[in-house]
């Protein structure tokens, strides 16, 4: 009933960029807080940045000045441009959403879903 697609993630060269876009597609009644997360090889998965339904903005130490979390709430889609790429940020990145929706029975549905990850490689 709700899907999250993530796209943009590559190969990178350290100093490079990239945007990662993660569109929220289905019956959708509101949609609240919407963040990246990422999970590094051989860690556990860790805030990268999130984003109010107001505009609010947080980020982890490691990406303050780089990274950039903004939405597009008439299409429902949360992106991070990353600035200034490191090997340190290769990882496997995530968007969560904190949704609530209409499930195939028409009840009414409120969680925190996940997208299924797009993968940042950054190495020359």
């Known amino acids: 009933q709700v899907q999250l697609v993530e796209s943009g993630g590559g190969l990178v060269r350290p100093g490079g960029s990239l945007t990662l876009s993660c569109e929220v597609s289905g019956r959708i009644v509101s949609i609240y807080e919407m963040g990246w997360y990422r999970q590094g090889p051989g860690k556990q998965r860790e805030l990268v940045a999130i984003?109010?339904?107001?505009?609010?903005?947080n980020y982890a130490d490691s990406v303050k000045g780089r990274f950039t979390i903004s939405r597009d709430n008439a299409k429902n889609t949360v992106y991070l441009q990353m600035n200034s790429l490191r090997p340190e940020d290769t990882a496997d990145y995530y968007c969560?959403?904190?949704?609530?929706?209409?499930?195939?029975?028409?009840?009414?549905?409120?969680?925190?879903?996940w997208g299924q990850g797009t993968q940042v490689t950054v190495s020359s």
């Open positions: 969560n959403v904190d949704i609530v929706y209409y499930n195939a029975v028409d009840e009414y549905v409120a969680e925190k879903r």
């Open positions: 984003i109010t339904s107001g505009g609010n903005t």
